[in-house]
């Protein structure tokens, strides 16, 4: 999609939810505006800055504006969802927690309603203009393609993509090397390019395949733009690289890598480092505080000290940290190389139920307040068995790109507890990077709301 056409997309869209939730806080305003002292007139100044700034941090946040979140309604609609329930969740605390008295609880009901029903209405309105967008003659490109290959079948879904703008006419291949029914069809071979692509009235070429010779290319370019059509070439690297690559930009130079991660992204890392601040100093500060002693008090009851049981584990880039966690059992030899099992000995009975209920694990709020841990992310391993698995799955140390987790996506998808074979690394494995190279800040609360609930729920293999 054209990057000015974004630019301007966005920037509309972004006003056109700014205008909704001001002129909502406004009308409402007037209508409820019974008092017009001093202190109404702040109070209302005062709710209306918070309200406007929480707006723009939520869709920050939560990449409302996000091109591939905007350019599937289905999505912009749901994200748009997430994002006002959220923001209408935490006016209700910004209220109760301020006791602020002076703003109408009328006017903050109709107000939120009445943004709710606009935001609707804009969504709406730009599923008109997207629609108008795509049928009009005058923005659609037609695009013709040179190659019938891997590269040209991944071209060919994206541009079929809703929010690319573009008729394929077909591609230029030699019939003898299409083996296939294809989409579109054959249009003759490489010599015949420019002829077809006058004759059918083409905007821009794309080549997937580039010729041995750079001359040929250099002509073949100029002269297509000499009939007034853009030619865009996409590297077919197939032929080098096997594995799914990435590209990034340095500048003006490409860069290809095999493993991408939105958290190589500096912007998305001060995201999810807020996040885990957040979070972890609320749950020190006021659940910590009290659950803490109480259950030292259980441990050193039972089994006496020590009440707290550290371990070294790998962490980002491969680098160990000490781990922190409630002892669950009695002091043994074996702790930094055998992970419990199943009816384990080891375990004490003020251990079980806090492994049941997952408590063992509330002092890494500490390693995560401290930098070394993320609320989200892959479980850390003790050394010994990062150095085993490492060895049975090719891809284990990718895992170590990110910041080690509390929880994760593996955790939530029933993956926890005792590795049994071969099997069960494998797939926590395949979770872990899933998540690496599909991380948004909204998945990571949606893995710890699913993560609370699956301790209120217990989970079968919390021993």
Known sequence: MNQQYERYLKGTLILLDLLALNVSNFSWQGVFAHNIDHDFIRAYNQYFMIVNGLWIILTIALALYNMKVISDFASFIKRTSQVFLLYATLVMAYLFFSRELLVSRQFIFYSVLSFGVALLFIRFLYLGFQGYFRKSESLRKRVLIIGYNKTSQRLTKFLESEHSNTEIVGYIEGAERVDELTNYPILGGVDSTLKVAKELDVHEIFSTEIPKNSLDLNRFIRAAEKESIKVKIVPNLDTYLKFDSHIEFYGSIPVLT??????????????????????????????????????????????????????????????????????????????????????????????????????????????????????????????????????????????????????????????????????????????????????????????????????????????
């Open 258 to 463: 095999q493993r991408y991660s939105a958290l190589d992204d500096v912007g998305n890392v001060i995201k999810k480092r807020i996040l885990d601040l957040v979070l972890s100093s609320f749950v020190i500060l006021f659940i910590l505080s009290w659950l803490l002693p109480l259950l030292s008090i259980l441990i050193i009851i039972e089994s006496g000290f020590p009440v707290f049981f550290k371990q070294k584990r790998s962490g980002l880039t491969n680098k160990p940290f000490w781990c922190y966690k409630l002892r669950s059992m009695k002091v043994n030899r074996d702790a930094d190389k055998v992970q419990a099992t199943k009816d384990d000995m080891r375990i004490t009975k003020v251990g079980k139920f806090i492994r049941r209920t997952s408590l063992d694990e509330f002092p890494q709020f500490f390693n995560v307040f401290i930098g070394n841990m993320s609320l989200v992310g892959p479980r850390p391993h003790m050394l010994k068995h990062t150095q085993d698995y490492s060895k049975i799955v090719d891809e284990f140390m990718a895992r170590q790109f990110v910041k080690p987790g509390i929880t994760g996506w593996a955790q939530i998808h029933g993956l926890r507890g005792e590795i049994r074979n071969e099997e069960d690394i494998r797939r926590r494995v395949e979770m872990d990077l899933w998540y690496m190279e599909h991380w948004t800040l909204w998945l990571d609360i949606q893995i710890l709301f699913l993560t609370f609930y699956k301790v209120l729920v217990g989970d079968k293999k919390a021993y």
